[in-house]
């Protein structure tokens, strides 16, 4: 005997966000590999360029852990778009300065992450779109706003040492 499956009564909505979520991070990851960058490096490159910042705090807007930081700010340093240096206003943290190559990738990449996010937009009808903007900010500002404190939280795959 089968056992039958239970009824769906809402719209599968992890699905929907999980499934467009991966498919525009493989279109942007594509589209930011033109240029050698990364999304991660993307994101430092961005945020640093906008004010003087720690690898702490970008690693926060970039919801990084430490050690993928670090490996992307190795990449930023060896490609020559970034530089870390003592804060000038506290010795102990490091800051992440932009060179002039990185200012110039930056505004390449934000074109190109612009382009792809106005791209899936089109894809929707004007009306449409209008509310399905609204309707996600309203979602990630309200009642999706906060993750919830899990006991068991999900681990993450560990990176093998080279």
């Known amino acids: 005997m089968t056992a039958m499956a239970p009824t769906r009564t809402e719209t599968d909505l992890s699905f929907l966000l999980d499934r467009t979520s991966h498919v525009l991070r493989t279109r942007m990851a594509a589209a930011l590999s033109e240029i050698g960058l ?18 702490i705090q970008l690693a926060e807007l970039g919801d990084m852990d430490k050690t993928t930081m670090v ?14 240096r003592p804060s000038r206003t506290d010795r102990r943290a490091r800051i992440i300065a932009v060179t002039e190559a990185g200012a110039e990738i930056a505004r ?11 791209d899936a937009l089109r894809s929707i009808p004007d009306d449409e779109r209008e509310i399905l903007v609204r309707a996600l900010n309203r979602l990630v500002t309200d009642h999706l706003a906060d993750p919830v404190e899990n006991p068991q939280p999900a681990r993450r795959a560990r990176e093998r040492s080279k």
């Open 108 to 118: 390449r990449s934000q074109a190109i992450v612009d382009g792809v996010h106005r």
């Open 38 to 55: 990364t999304a991660r490096m993307h994101c430092v490159l961005v945020h640093a360029c906008e004010q003087e910042r720690t690898q």
């Open 71 to 84: 490996v992307t700010v190795d990449a930023l340093e060896k490609a020559g778009y970034a530089v870390r």
